[in-house]
């Protein structure tokens, strides 16, 4: 299992990015997927799960109606739209597998700051 984060970068708190995350090593298509984040000095927290095919999605409440999750089965690839960023997102952000692969990414950071 191999899962490439990418997409982080530094934005001003109202801004938006879009991470993508790349997976591979298994058949991506029939596995849920998840976007977690961590900040230092706290526990990896899930943000946002998206089944199989894409159908349904759930959402931490922190980022509920800010966040969107979404994937494309042909690449391979999941994606997480972040707008109205604010400086509590800051952290780095890991796609994984569901159920968890025990496999993890270098994650991509995220930085909310004026």
């Known amino acids: 299992v191999q899962l490439v984060e990418s997409g982080g970068g530094l934005v001003q708190p109202g801004g938006s990015l879009r991470l993508s995350c790349a997976a591979s090593g298994f058949p991506f298509s029939s596995y849920g997927m998840s976007w977690y984040r961590q900040a230092p000095g706290k526990e990896r927290e899930l943000v946002a799960t998206?089944?199989?095919?894409?159908?349904?999605?759930k959402y931490a409440d922190s980022v509920k109606g800010r966040f969107t999750v979404s994937r494309d089965n042909v690449k391979n690839t999941i994606y997480l739209q972040m707008n109205s960023l604010k400086p509590e997102d800051t952290s780095v952000y890991y796609c994984?597998?569901?159920?968890?692969?025990?496999?993890w990414g270098q994650g991509t950071q995220v930085t909310v700051s004026s």
């Open positions: 998206i089944t199989r095919t894409g159908g349904n999605t």
């Open positions: 994984q597998r569901v159920p968890d692969s025990g496999s």
